[in-house]
């Protein structure tokens, strides 16, 4: 990996009273075949921005809106942790990715879906 260094890293799902950056890593049930498919979803959560705001002549803190940068700098990051992974024996590949709010906890989190196969033999 280039620059920068991730975030916490968690697997199945991110523990109830985190706050911050981290990378919760997740699979679906793998298939029972030669060729074993999985697909493995890689969220990606920052917190979002922290604005003040003036609402009828207040000053209020708002933090509805996305780190676009950071959720980008994380993901490709992750995205190329990814590139040139196809052997003889196993491949990954990103097949999909999508922000999502996660109502309530005042963040976005990016997820990446990706493909892995792996010869069962």
Do not use: H, W
């Given at each position: 990996?280039?620059?920068?260094?991730?975030?916490?890293?968690?697997?199945?799902?991110?523990?109830?009273?985190?706050?911050?950056?981290?990378?919760?890593?997740?699979?679906?049930?793998?298939?029972?075949?030669?060729?074993?498919?999985?697909?493995?979803?890689?969220?990606?959560?920052?917190?979002?921005?922290?604005?003040?705001?003036?609402?009828?002549?207040?000053?209020?803190?708002?933090?509805?809106?996305?780190?676009?940068?950071?959720?980008?700098?994380?993901?490709?990051?992750?995205?190329?942790?990814?590139?040139?992974?196809?052997?003889?024996?196993?491949?990954i590949r990103v097949e999909d990715e999508y922000m999502i709010e996660n109502d309530g906890f005042a963040e976005h989190?990016?997820?990446?879906?990706?493909?892995?196969?792996?010869?069962?033999?």
């Open positions: 990996m280039a620059a920068g260094v991730l975030p916490d890293v968690f697997k199945g799902k991110k523990p109830d009273d985190f706050v911050g950056e981290c990378i919760v890593i997740n699979a679906l049930p793998i298939t029972k075949d030669q060729l074993q498919v999985c697909r493995v979803n890689v969220n990606i959560y920052v917190p979002n921005l922290e604005q003040d705001r003036l609402v009828e002549g207040e000053i209020k803190k708002d933090r509805s809106q996305p780190n676009f940068p950071r959720l980008k700098e994380l993901t490709i990051q992750v995205d190329d942790l990814f590139e040139d992974y196809d052997t003889d024996e196993y491949s989190y990016n997820n990446i879906r990706t493909v892995f196969r792996n010869i069962n033999i």
